[in-house]
């Protein structure tokens, strides 16, 4: 009988589907603030999206271009986490290490908005990403060197 890998008997799956989705939920939140940041700001991305009273240019703005980059660097790096984890879970990886490259990638990333958002200087932002990055590379690397 073939190892199902992609069950919630697994500990790797379950653990693996709590914190890519505990991150989706942390990158889809990103769009509601975008909104919420551009109302607050009267700052729209296109002309039709300003009230018919106020119709003039738009004009980009500090704060809503940061929390759009936040947003897109967490696509950035999130996907990839995800599409890697379903990949490295077929691997049949060791469960204590499976979880520690979960959790080590979410609280990253996690990090990685509040760096962001408060902000907090440099090179935190930036430790955050290599941090997250790194954990993706490692299951990366794990899933090469079994398959070959």
């Known amino acids: 009988m073939p190892t ?8 790797v799956f379950r653990n693996f589907l709590f914190y890519a989705v505990a991150s989706i939920l942390k990158m889809m939140i990103m769009s509601p603030l975008t909104s919420r940041q551009r109302f607050e700001k009267n700052a729209f991305a296109n002309p039709e999206d300003i009230p018919l009273d106020e119709r003039k240019t738009t004009r980009p703005d500090p704060d809503v271009e940061r929390i759009r980059r936040n947003h897109l660097n967490d696509i950035e790096n999130i996907v990839p986490f995800v599409l ?65």
């Not at 890998?5 to 500990?11: E, K």
């Open 84 to 148: 890697i984890g379903f990949c490295y879970i077929a691997c049949n990886p060791n469960a204590t290490l499976a979880l520690w490259h979960f959790r080590i990638f979410f609280f990253s990333r996690l990090f990685h908005t509040f760096a962001y958002q408060i902000p907090i200087r440099q090179p935190s932002r930036a430790l955050a990403f290599l941090v997250g990055f790194v954990v993706t590379v490692s299951m990366t690397a794990q899933i090469l060197f079994q398959v070959y």
């Open 4 to 11: 199902l890998y992609y069950t919630l008997d697994n500990a």
